[in-house]
Each structure stands twice: as C-alpha cells, then as structure tokens.
C-alpha cells in the first residue's frame, strides 16, 4: 500500500442489540472483557482449566524467543481424550456427538460412547499400520464420520494430520504429501457430490506414486464404487480398524507437541503449511466455541457447514466443539442436492440452534431466493455465524431476517488458518451489532489497525489489522520453514503479527475488514477497499454477488474494474451499468466509482468459497494466470474470459 491509508467510505447506520433470554442467560458477559483487559495471562490460565490435563501447566506464555511462542509449555494433555474420553467419564457417553447427514440421505448418530470406541480403534490401527508419535499422517476424505475419527486418531497417538481437502488435484495432493512427509494416507473410495459417486482413491494412488515415503494408504469404503487396489501398500479401513481393540490408552503429550499442519486457502498466492500445536490450540477453540456460540452442550444442536479441509472444519467441527461435548451436525454435501433448500431442511430435521456457514453461501441464498428458507421451519435458529470473507450488510441482514427470523444474534469471526481460532468477533449475548463489522477483538486477543508507519490509527481511520500481542492458538512456524514464517508475518511491523487484511475502525473504535491488502486499489492517490465496493454493489437490487480489482490505468494509477453476477430478474444493458456506477458513486463517492462493470455468469473461487481476484486482475491487466492450483472450477476462467470484450 502506498502512504496513504485506506479511505473509509462506506457508513452503514444500522445496529441490532443482543436478544434479552439471551443476554440473560449468556456464557460469557461484558465482564470477561475486563478479566482479560486487567490479566490477560491470567485470563488464558483460566480458560486452559476448561481442558483436562495429565499434567497441569504451571507457566502460561513463553516468548523469550520472539516470534516463537510456547503456551502452556510444561503442560502435557491427550487432545483426543479431551474431546471424547472426558465427556464419557463424564457420564455424558449416550449424547450424540455426531449427527451425520450423508448427501444421498442416509444418515447415522454417533454419541460420544460410540465415538470413543471408534477413536480408540482406528488409534490401534494406526499404531499397527506403524504410525509413531511425532509422525505425519495425510487426510483425503469425504465429509464422513471417518474424517473426524481419522483426526483424532492421530492426536491420539500424537501423530500430525494434514488434511488436504478432498477433491485438490492429486498434483496439489501430492506437494503437501511431499512437503509434510506423510508415511500414512487415509482416504476413501469416494464421496457423494452433487448427486453421484465421486471417486477419491484416483487422485491418491497418482500423487502416492510421485511419494515414495508412502508406507501405507487406509481406505474407507464409502460409496462402494470400483477401486483400483495395491496389494501391501493399500488396507481397506474395515478389514483393519474393525478387528481392533475399543480399548486404547492415550498418551499425555506435551502442550506444544505437534497436532497438525494445514495450508492456508491459496487465496492470494502458494499455500502455506501453518503448524498447530495441542494446548494453546484446543483452549482457544474450545473458549471461542463456548463464548461465541454460547454453546450450551445439554440442549443446543451446532451446525458448520465447512469443509474438514480447512481450518474452519479443524477447530469449529472437530476441536472446539467435541471439547465442548457439543452435538452436532455433519453434512456430506452440496447445498442445491437434491434441492435448493437443502440447508434449511436439515436445519428442520435436525432442530439446529447454531449455524455457522460463509458469505459466499449467504450470497448463493439470497440469489436463489427467500422463499426457499422460507418452506422450511428454522424457528429452532438461536444464533448465526459467518467466517471466511468479509460478509456485505446486505447479506448479512438477509441473513438475520430470512434465517434468523429477524431476531438471531450474526457473529461475523475474523480469524485465519494461521490463527488457529476465532480472533475478532462479536459476542452474541453482549455486543450490539453491526452489519458488515467483526467488531470487537475478543476477550483475551489485542488486535488494531496500524498505518504505514505501524502507528495505531486514530477511530475513523483505515490501514492494517495486526495482532499486537500472542495468543494461544497462534501458528507455531510455517512447517519447515522457520524463516518464511518470520518474514511473511512479523517482518511487515516491528513486533506485531501482520495478518494480511485490510482494516477500519469506525467512530465507535469497531473493527471492520476491507480485504486483502494486496486486494487493495490505489485510485488517483487513494487506497481502496475492494469489500467496500463490492458490498455497494451488491446492495443495488440487481447484482447477487460482486468482485472488484484494481487493473493498471495510464491516468489514475490504477482503476477499478467491477466482475458482477446480475440477480435471475436483472436484464444486462447500457442503463445498468450505467445505473450500477451512479449507485456505488452515491453510496460511496464518485471516487469509488467503478471504471468499468462487466456482468459475468460465475466468479472464480478458491475451494473454501472465496473469490480470488488476483486471477480476475490477471484478467483486467490480460495477464497469463497465477497459481490456479485451489480454484474451485478452473474453467470458470475462461468462461469469463471468453465473456469480456476482447480489446481491453
Ligand atoms: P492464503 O493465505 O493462502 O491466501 P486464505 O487467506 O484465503 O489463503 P484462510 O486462512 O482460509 O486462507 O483465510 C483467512 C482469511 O479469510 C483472512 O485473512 C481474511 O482475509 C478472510 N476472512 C476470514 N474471516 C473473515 C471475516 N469474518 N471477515 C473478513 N475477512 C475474513
Ligand atoms: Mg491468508
């Protein structure tokens, strides 16, 4: 970014305040803010009892060798036993902790007895299958019971996962294979999606060729399709996880032994392999799934829609709340199978109580229309959840009123793979919202937003989120890459932590994300956002979904070029774009007005749902494309290309 901070454009005046029962019977109140604000160690010891340990820490931070942090270092603790065990002593073992909801219908509850006999034996298999503590252990798998299993499993035996998400390209399997130094992979036959048998086991048995450190490769036998099989190398898991001992004693690890590695979305360029360890993670994945859920483990039913590929599906599906003893539900598939109101179907089914899903969804609703929730009974909804891009107001109040019966709390949670747990968030019994704002670091977490010079800027102004102080769920390293670590996140300032986004803080000192700073457009001098200017689009009538990018211009620097995809009713022509323009122009500016608007049929999208605009900017400045590796649909770039008008 250039010296100029981010212009701060948008006003949005509208704020909703936290149910009454709500704030009345909340987790976690305004109180907790000024626990953690007075000791803020003090306050994470605290939260680390929510943890059973073998041994109990008696140190909280370690950072005498900036930036590697130890948290709860001379503790030692067994995560798997932690999410499952405990609740079964408990005598919770009858509760359902796994509500699986397969793609073509069939479904299975699993209660944490269940689960620990589960977890135990594909514990044993590993160990048989020559798993050791401190190995690595790569995960390919549908949305299947399995995947959770398989985590635990290796945390078990203190092995790392790695989960690569199913449906990369075995090229994009076989680098992180390569770059974890797996010896096991587990995988499946395949999985359901949209409607029919997609096949796994290909992609695995063509980047395990390109492993020779491969020792073995576990399959679950999903969809029953035809599987190529290597005879010694490949096991089927029920020949061997099914023979096993439901008895299995884990091991006390120490707090920061390895739990697993993962890579990072692929948003804004090479995915980066973030290490995560036990303690500090698991403390602040299970406090934030308590505080901002407000979970209540005896009666609520948790709904996340993420994939177990990304950091999402690892900390809000497996690690907090199976920490929790939540139930909840797990769903196989795509949300149009077989029907568009699938979601709201399950949510039906299910008496779901907390949703937590992505803006990129909530658009894809909007567009296909309200009366589709509208068929399905959601009274059961308490409190809504967003994460992974910036939500636009106009979503999130769709959201809140065609979901959430206009009475739901939406907590918008910042965070990234890279910070393990949520960051910045609202908290449903407390904070009055807003929307489009994460609003408020959560208690125990310091985050503001700096200007070039790693001054905090003043409330109203714009620049850079960074962390300023280390919080327990942070990146260890970036695996085997000590030095990328350093410089990708903590050389940007001086003893903060960069994490990459643009950032404003409004009057009231409410955080609200812009985008990436290498999304960030410079206009004749001023910095941009791109969120900004997408959310004014998306609030006019006619567009469902909006990317913007700033492509090289002669006279203004750069200037901004607008990818929108119209709503069903919206006809494309001259008056509406000129329309689109003159609406940004009087919601923003005329600065932010967009230079050019090219309507197109889809946006491209990395697998967890973002758009990615380096490649739409390749496109504005006829470049040849980056790394399109974890793109969605790769021939989504050349629709679009073949859509715009040819000089340019
Ligand atoms: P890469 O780092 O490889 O480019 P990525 O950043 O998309 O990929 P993730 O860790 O999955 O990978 O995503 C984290 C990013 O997602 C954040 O840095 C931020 O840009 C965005 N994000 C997540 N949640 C929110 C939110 N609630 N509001 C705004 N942005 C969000
Ligand atoms: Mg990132």
Known sequence: MSNESLA?????????????????????????????????LGFWAEQAKRLTWATEPTETLDWSNPPFAKWFADGELNVAYNCV?????????????????????????ITYAELKDEVSKAANALTELGVRKGDRVAVYLPMIPEAAITMLACARVGAAHSVVFGGFSADAVASRIQDADAKLVVTADGGYRRGKPSALKPAIDEAVAKCPQVEHVLVVRRTGQDTAFTEG????????????????????????????????????????????????????????????????????????TADIGWVTGHSYIVYGPLANGATQVMYEGTPDTPHQGRFWEIVQKYGVTILYTAPTAIRTFMKWGDDIPAKFDLSSLRVLGSVGEPINPEAWVWYREHIGANKTPIVDTWWQTETGAMMISPLPGVTETKPGSAQRPLPGIAATVVDDEANEVPNGGGGYLVLTEPWPSMLRTIWGDDQRYIDTYWSRFEGKYFAGDGAKKDEDGDIWLLGRVDDVMLVSGHNISTTEVESALVSHPSVAEAAVVGAADETTGQAIVAFVILRGSATEDENLVADLRNHVGATLGPIAKPKRILPVAELPKTRSGKIMRRLLRDVAENRELGDVTTLTDSSVMSLIQTQLPTSS
């Open 233 to 304: 190398r490949d096991v089927w898991w029920d020949d061997i996880v099914a023979r096993q001992s439901a008895e299995h004693t884990p091991e006390a690890f120490d707090a920061e032994h390895p739990l697993f590695i993962l890579y990072t979305s692929g948003t804004t360029g090479k995915p980066k392999g973030i290490l995560h360890t036990s303690g500090g993670y698991l403390t602040q994945a299970a406090y934030t799934h308590h505080a901002v859920f407000d979970l209540k483990p005896e009666t609520d039913v948790y709904w996340c």
């Open 85 to 109: 065990d405990r609740h079964v002593e408990a005598g919770n073992g009858d509760r359902v902790a796994i509500h699986f909801e397969g793609e073509p219908g069939d479904s299975r509850a």
């Open 8 to 40: 701060n454009l948008l006003k949005e005046e509208r704020r909703f305040a936290p149910p009454a029962e709500l704030a009345a019977d909340a987790n976690v109140t305004a109180e907790a803010y000024e626990q953690a604000k007075a000791d803020r």
